[in-house]
C-alpha cells in the first residue's frame, strides 16, 4: 500500500474532527456512519492516508461514497420488482416533498412545453406533451421512499422509459441519463443506465387516475421504485443519453448517486 501520510495539524483533536466530516455526510448516510461506531482509525485504513484534517476527511467520504455507488450498483439486479400494492394501500393524501414550499413549486405550461432529447440517440427532436400522452402506458402502485426516512404509496401512470429509450434509438450501452428540470435551481439528477432499462421505470404523466398535478411534477416525473425518492426528478424538461457523470443537484451535495431504496 504504501507509506501513509499524516497530515496530522499540531494541536487538532480528532474526535472534533471526526465530528466536522460526519455533519457534511447526508442526514441517511450520518445516521448509518456514526451507528457502525467508525472512527479516524478505520478511516485511515479505507484511504491509506492519515484522515487527520477536516481535507483529508472530506477526500475520503468522497471515496467512501463513490464506494458505495459501486457496490450498489454491482448489487442491483435489473429484473427484481419493487413491491407493488392496491388501491387500498395508496397513501392520502400522498405528501408533497421538495427543498422548498408547495406554492414554490415550477409552474410549467403543458401547451407550450417540450421535452427536449440530446446525446447518444438516433432521434434527438422535441416531443410535445400531447405526443407524449399518445404512448402506450401502464399503471403501477408503488412505494415512494425518501432519505429522510419516510415512504408513501401512490398509483403512478405513464410510459416505461426504457420503451421511450427504444423509440428515440438511444444507445443503451451509454452510462446514464441524464435529467434536467424547471426548478429554480436548475434540479438535476443522472439515472444508470441499468435502472433506466429497469421495467418499473417510468415517463410518469398520471397520479391516481388524473393528470399529474403540479405538486407530483407536472407534465412530467421519472418515478423509479427501485432508488429514493430523491433519484425520481419531477418537472422534467429535457433527458441526455451520455457516458459522462454530469453530477446532480443532491448528488454534487455528497448524496449517493445509485441511491437504491
Same mark, same amino acid.
Given at each position: ?109 403543458? @401547451?407550450?412545453? *417540450? ?5 447518444? !440517440?438516433? +432521434? ?6 400531447? &405526443? ?98 430523491? @433519484?425520481?426528478? *419531477? ?5 441526455? !443519453?451520455? +457516458? ?6 443532491? &448528488? ?10
Amino acid at each position: 500500500m504504501g507509506r501513509m501520510r499524516n497530515l496530522l495539524i499540531p494541536g487538532v483533536d480528532k474526535k472534533l474532527l471526526l465530528g466536522d466530516a460526519v455533519k457534511s455526510m447526508p442526514d441517511l448516510t450520518r445516521r448509518r456512519f456514526i451507528t457502525s461506531g467508525a472512527s479516524l482509525g478505520a478511516l485511515t485504513l479505507l484511504t491509506g492516508c492519515d484522515v487527520s484534517d477536516s481535507f483529508s476527511a472530506e477526500q475520503m467520504l468522497k471515496q467512501v461514497s463513490k464506494f458505495n455507488d459501486g457496490v450498489q450498483a454491482w448489487m442491483f439486479n435489473p429484473n427484481a420488482m419493487a413491491p407493488t400494492f392496491s388501491e387500498s394501500d395508496i397513501t392520502k393524501p400522498f405528501p408533497f416533498n421538495a427543498y422548498y414550499d408547495v406554492d414554490d413549486a415550477p409552474e410549467v405550461d403543458g @401547451k407550450t412545453w *417540450k421535452l427536449e432529447v440530446r446525446g447518444l !440517440v438516433d +432521434n434527438n427532436k422535441p416531443w410535445t406533451l400531447e &405526443e407524449l400522452y399518445k404512448l402506450p402506458q401502464v399503471k403501477q402502485i408503488t412505494c415512494h421512499i425518501c432519505v429522510e426516512g419516510w415512504s408513501a404509496i401512490g398509483s403512478w401512470t405513464g410510459t416505461p422509459l426504457r420503451d421511450f429509450l427504444k423509440i428515440i434509438g438511444a444507445d443503451t450501452r451509454a452510462k446514464y441519463v441524464w435529467f434536467q428540470c424547471a426548478d429554480k435551481d436548475g434540479y438535476n439528477s443522472p439515472l444508470d443506465m441499468a435502472s433506466a432499462l429497469h421495467p418499473q421505470t417510468q415517463m410518469t404523466f398520471k397520479f391516481g387516475d388524473e393528470i399529474l398535478p403540479r405538486a407530483y411534477g407536472f407534465p412530467m416525473k421519472i418515478r423509479v421504485p427501485t432508488k429514493l425518492g430523491f @433519484k425520481n426528478p *419531477k418537472y422534467v424538461m429535457s433527458m441526455e !443519453v451520455t +457516458n459522462d457523470y454530469k453530477g446532480g443537484y443532491w &448528488e454534487d451535495q455528497g448524496y449517493n448517486s445509485f441511491s437504491g431504496s
